[in-house]
């Protein structure tokens, strides 16, 4: 009964690599989100789409793009991985629209160190 | 920007009710959340509260609103070890249905 799946739950990377983390959910929900969660600073949101081929910054951008091309499918993209971005992320996805609670499933996270 | 505040920590004995208490600044937040995250999961839905509600019981489970003050709490009836976790406040904003989360609040529930 698994919704939100993310590829790996560990990632070991080198500093300058470039990574792809992929989450995968099966509920047809419209947005899906990529967070980073660190300790004592919470869940902070690097990019969410809210359609196929869209996508909007969050609150922390820099260093990170993304990928939308199905809409089940979101990508997120470290283009030189750097030890600072060593992290757990968590992707998440909501039906769009204003009715209903919009309840964010996550998925288990990747936690990804850079060496 | 929208911004969600909880205090880090709370400990408390197993049996006691577990009290914890976030604060929020957007007034225009439709629906306000309560996420647990045991240790190396995601997060998952505990509970919901729509703006225009004071009050919501579940079960152990009770959330309390204050509209006015933009405070919402979120108490559990005889806490037990396994509810040992980090439990985040959310809001949901009125456009993308995008959530913005508190810094979690972790419990540490001690037999």
């Known amino acids: 009964d698994v919704k939100v799946t993310q590829s790996s739950r560990y990632l070991v990377k080198r500093t300058g690599e470039k990574v792809f983390l992929e989450c995968v959910q099966d509920?047809?929900?419209?947005?899906m989100f990529w967070y980073r969660q660190d300790p004592g600073l919470g869940l902070r949101l690097i990019y969410f789409?809210?359609?196929?081929?869209?996508?909007e910054k969050g609150d922390i951008p820099e260093g990170y793009s993304v990928s939308r091309e199905k809409k089940e499918r979101f990508s997120l993209i470290l283009e030189s991985a750097s030890t600072n971005q060593t992290s757990m992320y968590l992707c998440?996805?909501?039906?769009?629209?204003?009715?209903?609670?919009?309840?964010?499933?996550f998925g288990q996270g990747t936690r990804l160190t850079v060496v | 920007g929208e911004d969600v505040e909880q205090s880090l920590f709370l400990s408390v004995r197993e049996g006691d009710s577990s009290v914890i208490n976030c604060t929020y600044t957007?007034?225009?937040?439709?629906?306000l959340y309560w996420y647990k995250q045991e240790p190396g999961a995601g997060l998952q839905l505990l509970t919901y509260?729509?703006?225009?509600?004071d009050m919501k019981q579940d079960q152990r489970l009770t959330v309390l609103l204050n509209k006015k003050d933009k405070h919402l709490s979120l108490r559990i009836a005889d806490t037990q070890t396994g509810d040992s976790a980090i439990y985040f406040c959310?809001?949901?904003?009125?456009?993308?249905?995008?959530?913005?989360f508190g810094k979690g609040t972790m419990l540490l529930v001690s037999p």
């Open positions: 509920m047809d929900h419209e947005n």
């Open positions: 959310a809001e949901r904003d009125s456009g993308y249905s995008t959530l913005t």
């Open positions: 957007d007034s225009s937040s439709t629906y």
């Open positions: 789409s809210y359609d196929v081929k869209m996508k």
């Open positions: 998440a996805s909501t039906k769009a629209g204003p009715g209903g609670t919009t309840e964010a499933f």
């Open positions: 509260i729509f703006s225009n509600m």
